[in-house]
């Protein structure tokens, strides 16, 4: 028994190291370019908007077999985070991710600064920048989610969880600029990327086209999104409205297939639109031969 305490005592002690150690990597400022992953729930779910201009109305989105629902609840002072603001979030992760590999300690925070950010994502370090990233901040923070999971067998309310995806804190220079960064994991993505393998999903290709991508929101949400169903398969059908969900865009349908069909040689993957015996639209999302 006394072996036993001694070994318990010993672990916590090296578990204690192990989460200090991770906090301390994650915090690390490095302008040397980072490698990007993300997970492949946020990548599957439209917790994040496409569009340009601020979206204020509530969103809800259901999975295609019924099995999850997602509300988007935008803040009353920012609206809804866009995808945009998914790239703090995205990189936030990334650092974590490297942090995790190397002490095997999911850390609950990470720390980096405007400037070193706007480097990672090629932006010039301007004060226009800098407090564009200050409004990204607040919208990906305040942005809450309504997240509810139905049982298959029987089929039957699940319950669901009400949260935000992250805390943040930030500190200006001396010239009232955005300075340091801290990014706070809420209890429901902590827990879930500590006992969860899914952040090294898309090839880095995908990753930081989507990380660059500046002009188009649905084309990249798409770059996630289709990246992760498509995955190692040749083919992915969708349906033209289901796809609309998981992208959040809320626009008529026609606008969205309008937008999709201009943005179509640009992506890659070859795709292509037909209507089924039920006259529904559906879109193919076929690999490139290399």
């Not at 049982?151 to 340091?180: Q, Y």
């Not at 349906?239 to 992208?247: D, E, H, R, Y």
């Not at 959040?248 to 015996?277: C, D, M, Q």
Request: aromatic share 10%.
């Amino acid at each position: 028994l006394a072996e036993l305490i001694r070994q318990e005592k010993f672990d916590e002690i090296e578990r204690i190291k192990a989460e200090e150690k991770s906090l301390s990597l994650a915090s690390e400022r490095t302008l040397s370019p980072v490698r990007l992953n993300n997970s492949r729930m946020l990548m599957a779910y439209p917790w994040f908007s496409p569009d340009q201009k601020v979206r204020k109305g509530y969103f809800e989105y259901t999975s295609p077999d019924g099995s999850a629902t997602l509300g988007v609840h935008p803040s009353p002072k920012y609206g809804a985070a866009k995808v945009w603001d998914g790239d703090i979030l995205m990189y936030a992760l990334s650092k974590a991710t490297k942090a995790y590999l190397a002490t095997k300690q999911f850390p609950r925070k990470v720390e980096f600064s405007a400037y070193e950010y706007l480097k990672q994502s090629g932006k010039n370090d301007s004060g226009k920048n800098r407090q564009d990233l200050k409004e990204r901040l607040k919208r990906l923070a305040f942005t809450q989610y309504e997240f509810t999971h139905i049982n298959a067998k029987p089929k039957k309310e699940g319950g669901g969880r009400s949260f935000h995806l992250c805390g943040i804190e930030w500190a200006n220079d001396n010239d009232e600029r955005l300075d340091t960064i801290g990014i706070y994991f809420s209890d429901e993505l902590f827990e879930y990327f500590a006992t969860k393998n899914d952040l090294l999903t898309l090839k880095d290709n995908l990753l930081l086209e989507s990380w660059k991508e500046e002009r188009s929101g649905i084309r990249k949400r798409l770059l996630m999104l289709v990246g992760v169903h498509l995955g190692e398969q040749r083919l992915w059908r969708v349906g033209l409205k289901t796809l609309q969900g998981m992208c959040g865009h809320v626009a008529p349908l026609k606008e969205f297939k309008r937008n999709l069909i201009n943005i179509i040689p640009s992506l890659p993957w070859t795709i292509y639109i037909e209507e089924n015996k039920n006259r529904e639209q559906i879109v193919h999302f076929a690999a490139k031969d290399s």
